[in-house]
């Protein structure tokens, strides 16, 4: 590979490519496009944000991750799993679809892309085997029924307040809906899902997901689907809902202020007067927060450490008050939520909206069930929107957003370090894994580093687009590989198309349903459920096994803080490699009925009572060093007639100066107690370091061996003097039709 393809890797697609490629590329990137449009939007909503965003991030990072990336048919754009995340890590910094809420996203896909840059560069890539596939694949299943299960608000058209684990959450939604389910809303959604699975029944080719939303989209236009009003809080009949929304209202407008208090710091002066503690008395009493100064600087370093003392105070009261501020929203908007108006039509001398239980007797109503929308803004009494029918996409800006460099917010990105790092190692891995696979069927040659450069730059190109963190897609890859995408060029012709769709179409997917955008996520992320995953693991190892399972369960424990469930799984993982680490197998080999040497203990072999083959299996380091003397120990107290050990060391890799060190005073502490000690199969690595301590001298050069055949030929007539053994389990090791090359079998 020369450097220019290195540096601009799809200079290579042009090689040999003509019109004939062009067009197979140019219908794959279309084929894509039709699924990404109404995927990206479901996703971005799963992300917390408006639906638009994830058209935004679905222009930039699709092309510029195929222009850097190794891989010529991986599709990037918005995922389930990283989506999920990036709501679940900005959740407790703003609230959802808020304008913080926003920019800390498109910071956060900065973050992502910086450090996925970072470790491409320097070509650190490894660092995702940290998240080893037993923890992957707990949390994607874990994270795959949070997913779903986070849509069934908008499946059966019900509103609830998000609780402080997502179980819970689930508990009301299922609650809310066996009270009252929208039929209309989950009508349309099983229309989508019958679709989705009778297109793919039918011709899997065919763009399922883009024919859902065009069936259900026209069928809500025709039908009146969204069917919303504008009115007056004083031509509703309820006696309590103006004093809700005043008190809604001055709660929302209070965590307004508090959020942005929070979100914008203070100036840390060198003194605090006294309007700090009447500011700190008003979080405690008042339901707004008032922004408050510090007086003049002073010149001594008690005054500066009280000023730091009081502002960490501060700090915690506004936590505190946030929290408090954000429970009474919560338990206020579940209020409005829950009136139910019923209409009774114009013509008639009672018409306007009343509450349910307050309709006239004999008055005729629309039999529509009205529901006031509330949100994270304060209500305009004057203009209270009523929702007679089902929740659609809504407005969609048209064009493209205007390329800005991300707010940077040093306050908050300390917060944002530990999700960014995940998400940039769970995205890769998820793009990596997808491009390998496709590899393998086309034969491509895929570089792990390239691929995160690749990642990376489209996430910091998509931040400066208004772009949350994007990733390599399982399905749309799919997708596109079985459309016969030759290079990425099928990824450019996608980006273009989306540009198109932005500037062009957006008020046709006004009337798509939310509830449709629900189905299509969940149809999605069914292929995420891997039960399969969990028997490989305990099949392979039942430690891989179990650190799966309780990685699945942390994960659906603790959400929706899911960076604590995967980082369960990456402690035990870490906590078992340290602990095999510590501990490597060491084993004494004999004489198989096919003449390997295998475990005595493991297969029950009878072992030579005079000669301890003693096979070590990894590297001799500080954390085992003295494992490996234990156990020669051990041996030595319990064979009594023991004259000489063979240390196998075929599967010591490398040894530091604590394992030389531990070798040193094993061989003092073997011979002083009247046994020889020989060594066989040392690789070239731990003989310089045997040479360099001079270790080598006091084993003695006679007393190491190139193969473990040649080792026991040469002690074996030696530890079998006036011996009593009548038959050595190791004298077919003598023979010569004895097979050297199976002599490590275990």
């Known amino acids: 590979m020369n450097l220019m393809t290195r540096i601009l890797p799809f200079t290579g697609w042009f090689r040999d490519y003509g019109w004939g490629p062009f067009k197979i590329d140019l219908v794959a990137g279309l084929t894509v496009a039709l699924v990404l449009i109404p995927q990206s939007m479901a996703y971005a909503q799963l992300a917390g944000l408006p639906a638009h965003y994830g058209l935004y991030a679905s222009f930039l990072p699709p092309m510029i991750a195929a222009l850097f990336g190794s891989s010529r048919q991986l599709a990037t754009g918005p995922v389930a799993v990283v989506s999920l995340m990036t709501s679940a890590s900005l959740e407790p910094l703003a609230a959802s679809g808020s304008q913080g809420f926003i920019g800390y996203a498109i910071l956060l896909a900065l973050m992502v892309g910086v450090f996925q840059l970072v470790i491409g560069v320097l070509r650190l890539g490894v660092v995702v085997n940290f998240l080893s596939h037993p923890v992957v694949n707990g949390f994607t299943n874990a994270a795959a029924l949070i997913i779903a299960t986070s849509q069934l608000s908008k499946i059966f058209g019900v509103s609830v307040e998000s609780a402080e684990h997502h179980y819970e959450t689930v508990f009301r939604v299922v609650s809310a809906a066996t009270h009252w389910t929208h039929l209309p809303t989950l009508g349309m959604a099983a229309l989508a899902f019958t679709v989705m699975l009778g297109v793919r029944r039918l011709n899997p080719r065919l763009p399922s997901v883009l024919i859902a939303v065009v069936i259900t989209t026209v069928l809500a236009v025709v039908v009146d689907f969204e069917h919303d009003e504008t009115v007056a809080s004083g031509s509703i009949t309820s006696p309590g809902l103006a004093g809700l ?431 020889e000690i020989s060594f066989s199969g040392v690789n070239e690595s731990v003989m310089q370091v045997l040479e360099r301590t001079h270790l080598i001298e006091r084993i003695g050069r006679d007393r190491i061996f190139p193969t473990m055949e040649r080792a026991v030929r040469a002690v074996h007539a030696d530890a079998h003097v006036n011996g009593r053994e009548q038959s050595c389990p190791l004298s077919s090791v003598l023979l010569p039709s004895w097979n050297p090359t199976r002599q490590g079998e275990a």
């Open 245 to 675: 929304v005043d008190e809604f209202n001055t709660a929302i407008t209070a965590r307004i202020e508090i959020d942005e208090v929070r979100s914008e710091g203070t100036e840390i002066t060198a003194t605090i007067t006294e309007s700090t503690g009447a500011f700190c008395q008003r979080c405690h009493t008042s339901r707004s927060v008032e922004r408050f100064t510090l007086g003049p600087a002073v010149d001594n370093a008690a005054a500066t450490s009280e000023h730091l003392l009081a502002l960490h105070q501060l700090a915690g009261l506004l936590d505190a008050h946030a929290f408090e501020v954000k429970e009474q929203v919560a338990e206020v908007r579940g209020r409005l939520r829950a009136l139910v108006f019923a209409r009774v039509p114009d013509g008639d001398p009672r018409a306007g909206f009343y509450e349910k239980v307050l309709v006239p007797a004999g008055a005729p109503t629309d039999d529509r069930h009205w529901r006031l929308k509330v949100g994270n803004q304060p209500l305009d009494p004057d203009h209270l929107l009523l929702m007679g029918g089902g929740a659609v996409v809504g407005t969609i800006p048209r064009g493209l957003p205007t390329p800005c460099l991300p707010a940077i917010d040093m306050r908050v990105i300390p917060r944002l370090i530990l999700p960014a790092v995940i998400i940039s190692l769970l995205g890769f891995m998820e793009a990596i894994s997808i491009a390998k696979a496709m590899a393998a069927k086309t034969g491509q040659r895929i570089d792990p580093n390239q691929e995160l450069i690749g990642q990376g730059i489209a996430n910091i190109c998509g931040s400066f687009g208004r772009s949350y963190p994007t990733s390599g897609s399982f399905s749309r890859s799919a997708v596109n590989l079985q459309a016969g995408a030759l290079t990425g060029m099928s990824s450019v012709i996608t980006s273009l198309t989306v540009v198109i769709v932005l500037l062009f179409f957006t008020p046709l997917l006004y009337h798509l349903p939310q509830a449709v955008l629900a189905a299509v996520i969940m149809m999605a992320v069914i292929g995420l459920v891997n039960v399969s995953g969990f028997v490989h693991a305990w099949r392979a190892q039942w430690y891989d096994g179990a650190i799966s399972i309780l990685t699945f369960v942390s994960t659906l424990a603790f959400a929706p803080h899911l960076d604590r469930g995967i980082m369960v799984g990456v402690i035990l993982s870490l906590g078992v490699f340290l602990y095999k680490s510590m501990r490597p197998t060491v084993m004494s080999l004999s004489r198989y009925g096919d003449d390997t040497l295998r475990s005595a203990l493991i297969h029950g072999l009878e072992e030579c009572i005079y000669i301890d083959l003693v096979r070590f299996d990894g590297p001799l380091f500080f954390a085992n060093a003295t494992y490996l003397e234990d156990q020669i120990n051990e041996r030595l107290r319990a064979k009594h007639e023991l004259r000489h050990i063979i240390i196998v060391s075929n599967a010591i890799s490398d040894i530091d100066a604590s394992g030389e060190e531990a070798l040193s005073l094993l061989v003092d502490r073997v011979r002083s107690s009247g046994v």
